[in-house]
């Protein structure tokens, strides 16, 4: 049995918005920036595609530009704002993801800007008191927050930061990536400067995304080569992703509430079943646990290191995936730099759980009975190992 519980990372396709990108790998294959029938067909989808995105954020469509994720849009956001307002300084926090403190550390490198990291508690929670008096310590400041911890879940009030903001003169980016289609976001409410999204993390394709830009700004193009995206990036827009991110997101709203509802349901089936089920001494990281703070998605659970070797790589051999920390971290060395700015606890294994809409409460039942038997298979080698090293002293 093969059970997909890894969705933070990526998602799978909906069928929906397979069917719209169908037509694009057909019959309307024309370059969006021709000028002929075959072009204006797919210009006209992509300007629909920008449309459907601003109206759901409550943005207007000459903010939305497409790009081909989130890093790519996270980087442009920090890099091009910090030239173009000769910025010196920057608030950002020790877990956000590495597509933004890469950023920000190779610009501090550069003598560009000094790197301020707000204050978090033992949960991974900004301390807000502390961002105020760095704030107020430094004018003209750029802070970059995410809204929702990609590992652990945390939701971040980036209303309250938004009003920081404004109040102290701050640009304000926010990296969305894990939000966007999980957690309704209306521009109106509150007003950020940067936001951005990627299609794969809500049931859209792969290398497809979006960056808000305030219209109060305009950042020079870190992709030149052409006049796509009103000048912002160069290169033939990706019409297939393009279509298929709208429709993804579409569904997304459209649906909202039955989604929140059901994956809300399979994470705490999932608490309740692991702490019911007799695993010693697990935990959950930052507020993961929690159905308020944390996304309804997402549940990072301290494990006890087994004696055989680890969690995750146990649960694939039996078809089960599951992810150590973000999916991007799992492709370098060392463990969580989100696990370790907020915990030190050693010889502990931290998992992640993330749903999608496509999972189901037997898949859950059956991950944790799979766990339950790790355990047991474990106990028994780890008490036939002490038993033997038991029987070889007496021997000696």
Request: with cysteine.
């Amino acid at each position: 049995m093969e059970i997909y519980c890894d969705s933070a990372a990526t998602t799978a396709i909906d069928p929906e918005v397979i069917e719209a990108i169908l037509p694009y790998l057909t019959t309307n294959f024309g370059n969006p920036s021709s000028s002929h029938w075959a072009g204006r067909k797919v210009r006209e989808m992509i300007d629909n595609s920008r449309n459907t995105i601003a109206r759901l954020l409550g943005v207007t469509a000459e903010e939305i530009f497409f790009v081909s994720g989130a890093t790519e849009a996270n980087n442009l956001a920090l890099s091009e704002s910090i030239r173009e307002y000769e910025l010196t300084h920057a608030i950002t926090s020790k877990i956000e993801h590495k597509a933004v403190l890469q950023p920000l550390l190779k610009r501090e490198k550069e003598g560009d800007i000094e790197i301020s990291y707000v204050k978090l508690d033992k949960k991974g929670n900004v301390d807000l008191e502390h961002l105020e008096r760095l704030l107020a310590a430094n004018p003209q400041t750029l802070i970059s927050l995410m809204h929702a911890n990609n590992e652990i879940g945390n939701i971040t009030d980036i209303e309250a930061i938004s009003r920081l903001a404004k109040k102290y003169n701050a640009i304000f980016h926010t990296d969305t990536t894990q939000t966007i289609g999980k957690v309704k976001i209306d521009l109106n409410e509150f007003p950020v400067d940067f936001l951005v999204g990627s299609s794969h993390k809500f049931h859209g394709p792969k290398g497809v995304g979006f960056i808000y830009i305030n219209k109060k700004h305009k950042l020079k193009p870190q992709i030149l080569g052409g006049a796509q995206e009103k000048g912002q990036r160069g290169g033939t827009e990706n019409a297939i992703g393009i279509v298929g991110l709208a429709k993804a997101l579409e569904v997304a709203y459209r649906d909202f509430d039955s989604i929140h509802e059901k994956t809300a349901a399979l994470k705490q089936r999932l608490i309740s079943q692991l702490e019911n089920r007799g695993i010693a001494e697990i935990g959950f990281n930052g507020e993961s646990k929690s159905e308020t703070k944390s996304l309804s998605s997402i549940v990072n659970v301290s494990f006890p290191c087994l004696q055989s070797g680890s969690l995750v790589n146990s649960l694939d051999t039996f078809g089960i995936a599951v992810s150590g920390g973000s999916a991007c971290s799992n492709l370098g060395n060392g463990g969580s730099h989100v696990i370790s700015a907020i915990q030190h606890e050693s010889n502990r294994e931290n998992v992640r759980f993330s749903f999608s809409k496509f999972n189901t409460t037997e898949e859950i039942d059956h991950i944790v009975n799979t766990i339950v038997k790790i355990y047991e298979v474990d106990n028994s080698i780890a008490e036939d190992t002490a038993s033997a090293q038991h029987s070889f002293s007496l021997a000696l």
